[in-house]
């Protein structure tokens, strides 16, 4: 969900330049050479870039079985099932802090309502998202510590 995190003008220049690369080597625009080039020129995926640049080099090596391959290498269930297993070590760790936190000062819950509404939020937002809230309830949940203790 790269586009989620750029604003619309960058998204329009990525999407234009993913169409006219797959139009110029003759490729249809599919849903997996779409989201393959898209990543390519957004920079941002050096792995890919270098594989679709070995490709580039010989351009009869561009074809969309090849593409097709190369998506579900970099986006395909195996790769997102990682990546969603990873945002979610990543969002228990901060959340098991804060459990041990609360565990101290539970006597105080009406001092956490703010908390709960950020806690509440991060179920719908995206990894990003959810990682920057995280961050400012557990140094609101510091300062109220530091008040409490």
Do not use: C, W
Request: aromatic share 6%.
């Amino acid at each position: 969900m790269l586009y989620l995190t750029m604003d619309a003008h960058d998204v329009d220049r990525l999407a234009g330049l993913a169409v006219k690369s797959l139009r110029r080597l003759g490729i249809p625009v599919t849903p997996a050479s779409y989201t393959v080039f898209f990543a390519h020129h957004a920079m941002r995926f050096p792995e890919l870039s270098a594989e679709i640049a070995a490709l580039l080099a010989d351009p009869n090596e561009v074809t969309r079985e090849r593409l097709a391959q190369v998506f579900e290498r970099f986006f395909g269930p195996d790769r997102l099932l990682a990546s969603l297993e990873e945002t979610i070590a990543g969002i228990a760790r901060p959340v098991d802090a804060l459990d041990h936190l609360l565990a101290g000062t539970a006597h105080h819950g009406a001092a956490f309502t703010s908390i709960d509404r950020h806690l509440v939020a991060i179920s719908a937002d995206v990894p990003l998202s959810a990682k920057e809230r995280l961050d400012r309830v557990i140094a609101e949940l510091q300062d109220l510590a530091q008040e409490v203790g």
